[in-house]
């Protein structure tokens, strides 16, 4: 991000100007040789001081970058720091800080270091260049900015200081941690053949398996009239059954039924990581994924939705809902799953993240399932039986994270 709009400029300091017009005041009365050099001595001083000081940060750019944009939470970005000089006066020293945002640290502080900027420091010749590349850390998950930036320099004998603020705000997006979650797919219910299956919906015609006697009722443009001329007998065409391959994640946030009261941060960790690595498992495997949940973003304070898509853009939109969700639920989840059923294509297969299942939930679950969807739950705390036997009796199929899930992938 660049910024070159220079505001203003606060000095600190002052030469003693003073003494200066003491010592021409003196060198005029007595007339000395000494006198009037001191008093030359004192007129360039000051000159120098006046000018150097006043034109210190003047036509002095700064940029600052955060790359990359887009991390896994734990990683270290760099900000890189450019500070160009565009006026043929040197500067002897030159002073920048980097002020942190909430959630952005510095790698391996020592004690006694300040945790909430990175300063740096060197002189800079005229019409020179620097860059300066610092690494941060960004510990969690979230969208975060770093800035502003603070420039400080002064005049060449070091008497008056220069200070200007450059309001610069890179952003870095840092996505849940991975964790060890296998991946779990459902075949869909929609008709588009995408993927060979043992047991479809439809036929695939670009999979052509064989042929076999024709019988009453097949239609006319499926015969395979060059085996029926060598076989003497008319023979239909066979193709490998095929399946939609699509995963649309509904990712409940709400720990408790009293969504509204009480949230539980490190269970809501763990269902947004473990959503996020079954969505990058599935698009990684080449479907299509979506996103909806009951969680509020915690920048925009709004509850968001990524429509079901394929691709790298997809990917990123669902990873960016999860990076930037909160701990709390605008809503309970079975409210809003099943307001967003019309919204939801027929036939898609629907997975449920969610750290604990109510009834209410089950009940929502067994609703989608009527309305022509494939449902799956996955679970972070353990299923109670009677609920576990209720899914299975309407054809749902459940999942509980192991132990091992739960950990972070190496």
Not at 211 to 237: C, F, M, N, Y
Not at 270 to 281: K, P
Not at 302 to 330: C, F, W
Request: proline residues 8%; glycine residues 8%.
């Amino acid at each position: 991000m660049e910024l070159d709009t220079h505001p203003l400029d606060s000095r600190t300091g002052r030469f003693p100007w003073q003494i200066a017009v003491l010592f021409v005041a003196i060198a005029a009365i007595s007339r000395a040789p000494a006198l009037i050099v001191l008093a030359f001595g004192a007129v360039v001083a000051w000159l120098v001081v006046e000018i150097t000081g006043r034109l210190a940060l003047s036509a002095v750019d700064a940029r600052v970058t955060l790359t990359p944009d887009r991390i896994i939470a734990g990683e270290l970005p760099i900000a890189t720091i450019e500070l160009a000089n565009r006026k043929p006066l040197p500067l002897p020293w030159l002073e920048a800080r980097l002020f942190l945002g909430e959630g952005v640290e510095t790698p391996n502080p020592a004690p006694g270091t300040p945790r909430g900027w990175i300063d740096c420091g060197f002189p800079l010749r005229g019409r020179e260049r620097v860059v300066v590349r610092l690494p941060v850390r960004v510990p969690a998950r979230g969208a975060y900015a770093i800035g502003p930036l603070r420039l400080r320099a002064g005049d060449w004998l070091g008497f008056t200081q220069t200070e200007r603020t450059v309001p610069v705000a890179p952003e870095v997006i840092a996505y849940p941690a991975p964790l060890a979650v296998r991946d779990r797919a459902l075949a869909s219910l929609r008709p588009l053949a995408e993927t060979a299956t043992r047991r479809g919906l439809v036929p695939d015609p670009l999979r052509f398996r064989g042929v076999r006697p024709h019988r009453r009722g097949d239609a006319r443009k499926e015969i395979h009239w060059k085996a029926s001329a060598r076989l003497r007998e008319l023979q239909t065409k066979l193709y490998e059954p095929a399946t939609s391959l699509d995963s649309i994640f509904l990712v409940n946030v709400a720990s408790y039924e009293q969504y509204w009261i009480q949230a539980d941060p490190e269970a809501a960790e763990l269902v947004v990581s473990a959503a996020a690595e079954l969505v990058r498992l599935a698009a990684g495997a080449g479907r299509q994924v979506g996103l909806v949940t009951n969680g509020i973003d915690n920048l925009t304070h709004e509850r968001p939705r990524s429509a079901l898509g394929r691709g790298p853009r997809s990917l990123t939109r669902s990873l960016e809902i999860l990076a930037r969700l909160g701990p709390y639920a605008v809503g309970a989840p079975e409210t809003v799953f099943l307001r967003e059923r019309g919204r939801l294509p027929w036939g898609a297969t629907l997975v449920i993240v969610t750290p604990r299942l109510g009834q209410g939930l089950a009940n929502a679950a067994v609703a989608l399932r009527r309305a022509h969807h494939r449902v799956l739950v996955v679970c972070v705390g353990e299923i109670p039986a009677a609920l576990g036997g209720h899914l299975t009796v309407h054809g749902i199929s459940h999942d509980v994270l192991t132990p091992r899930e739960r950990r972070a992938a190496v």
